[in-house]
C-alpha cells in the first residue's frame, strides 16, 4: 500500500512485503531485525510446508522407491519420509521444482515441468493469500507488533491476481533493486551454482525456442544446468520490469546495494524513511 511518511510511522502494527530476486538480500535484511517484535514470513516456507508438502514428499518417495534396499521398506512401512524444511533451508522445494532438460541427466520432460510450475504458482497464490491471517495471528497469539513478508523472487509473476491484490492491501511493498554489480554477482552466483527457477509458460516456451534456434540442441537433450546459465540474465531483465511496475504503482524502491548497510531496527527505519521522500 502508499502512504505518507507520517502514516507509516504512525501506523502502530507495520507489515511489510519484500520483493524483489532470489539472493538479492530480503531474507538477509529480515533477519537484521529484531526478532523479538518482527514476524518473519517466509512465502517460500509456506509454499513448501503446506501447499506442496505432498508433492515434495511424493517425488522424494518415487526416487527412493527406485533403490531396492529402500522400496522395501518403504512397502512395508518400516520407514517413512519427511523434510526438515526451513526458512534457512528450502531445498526440498527446489528438488520438486527441478529444472527443464535431458531426464538422463536430472532433467524433466517439458510436460512434467510446466505441471510442477503451475503447481508452483497456485501454491504461492495461496502462500500470499494467507497474509492477513498471519498478520492477525502473529500479533494476537505471539505478540509481535510488526510483520516481515519476506517473498519469494518469483511474487512479480503474480500481477493481477487475488495474491497481489492481498499484498499491496495489507503490507507496504518494499522493492530491492539491483545496482550493476549487484547483477552481475547474481549472474556469477547462477553460473556457479544453477538452481531451479519458476518461469511463466510464455517466458519459457520463447526461450526454449530461442536457446534451440542459438545452440542447436532441443529442451529433451540439453544439459538442465547449462539452459539454466544461459536463460537466467534474461529472467532478471524480464523479471526487473515486473518489479519496476510494482513499485511503481504500489510500493517504494531501495537498493540492494544499501542493505549491507543495515545493522539493526534503526537503520532500516530510516532507510524506508528516505525512501518514501525520494
Same mark, same amino acid.
Given at each position: ?5 507520517k502514516e507509516?510511522?504512525?501506523?502502530? %502494527? ?16 529480515? %533477519?537484521?531485525?529484531p ?10 516456507y509456506?509454499i513448501?510446508t503446506?501447499?506442496l #508438502?505432498?508433492?515434495i514428499l511424493?517425488?522424494i518417495?518415487?526416487?527412493?522407491? *527406485?533403490?531396492? &534396499?529402500l522400496s522395501e521398506l518403504?512397502r512395508?512401512?518400516s520407514i ?6 526451513t526458512?534457512? #533451508? ?7 521444482l ?9 532433467g524433466?520432460?517439458l ?9 508452483? =504458482?497456485?501454491? *504461492?497464490?495461496?502462500a ?7 498478520i492477525?495471528k502473529?500479533?494476537?497469539i505471539?505478540d509481535? #507488533?510488526?510483520f516481515?513478508?519476506d ?6 509473476e503474480?500481477?493481477?491476481?487475488t495474491?497481489?491484490d492481498v499484498i499491496v492491501?495489507?503490507?507496504v ?6 545496482? *550493476?554489480?549487484f547483477?552481475d554477482?547474481?549472474i556469477?552466483?547462477a ?6 527457477m519458476?518461469y ?7 526461450n526454449?525456442d530461442l536457446?534451440s534456434q542459438?545452440?542447436?540442441?532441443t529442451?529433451e ?5 547449462? &539452459?539454466v546459465?544461459?536463460?537466467f540474465? =534474461?529472467l532478471?531483465?524480464y523479471?526487473?520490469?515486473?518489479? *519496476?511496475?510494482i513499485a511503481? #504503482? ?7 546495494s544499501?542493505?549491507g548497510k ?8 530510516s ?5 518514501m521522500k525520494?
Amino acid at each position: 500500500m502508499k502512504m505518507s511518511l507520517k502514516e507509516f510511522n504512525e501506523w502502530p %502494527n507495520k507489515a511489510i512485503t519484500f520483493l524483489g530476486m532470489s539472493g538479492i538480500g530480503k531474507t538477509t535484511l529480515a %533477519n537484521r531485525l529484531p526478532k523479538s517484535d518482527w514476524f518473519h514470513y517466509s512465502g517460500d516456507y509456506r509454499i513448501g510446508t503446506q501447499y506442496l #508438502n505432498e508433492p515434495i514428499l511424493d517425488n522424494i518417495k518415487e526416487r527412493a522407491m *527406485e533403490i531396492d &534396499f529402500l522400496s522395501e521398506l518403504l512397502r512395508t512401512d518400516s520407514i517413512y519420509i519427511s523434510t526438515n524444511i526451513t526458512v534457512d #533451508n528450502l531445498y526440498p522445494i527446489s528438488t520438486y521444482l527441478g529444472k527443464i532438460g535431458d531426464p538422463n541427466k536430472g532433467g524433466l520432460p517439458l510436460k512434467e515441468f510446466l505441471k510442477r510450475q503451475k503447481l508452483h =504458482k497456485k501454491a *504461492e497464490i495461496r502462500a500470499m493469500e494467507d497474509i492477513p491471517e498471519f498478520i492477525e495471528k502473529a500479533n494476537r497469539i505471539y505478540d509481535y #507488533n510488526h510483520f516481515i513478508n519476506d517473498a519469494g523472487g518469483s511474487i512479480c509473476e503474480l500481477m493481477d491476481t487475488t495474491a497481489m491484490d492481498v499484498i499491496v492491501e495489507h503490507t507496504v511493498v518494499l522493492y530491492i533493486q539491483d545496482d *550493476e554489480d549487484f547483477r552481475d554477482e547474481l549472474i556469477k552466483r547462477a553460473t556457479l551454482h544453477p538452481k531451479p527457477m519458476f518461469y511463466t509458460e510464455e517466458f519459457l516456451i520463447e526461450n526454449l525456442d530461442l536457446y534451440s534456434q542459438q545452440t542447436g540442441v532441443t529442451h529433451e537433450t540439453m544439459d538442465p544446468d547449462d &539452459f539454466v546459465k544461459w536463460v537466467f540474465p =534474461k529472467l532478471l531483465d524480464y523479471r526487473k520490469n515486473k518489479y *519496476e511496475t510494482i513499485a511503481e #504503482n504500489y510500493g517504494y524502491k531501495i537498493s540492494a546495494s544499501e542493505i549491507g548497510k543495515i545493522q539493526n531496527e534503526e537503520d532500516f527505519m530510516s532507510l524506508i524513511s528516505k525512501a518514501m521522500k525520494d
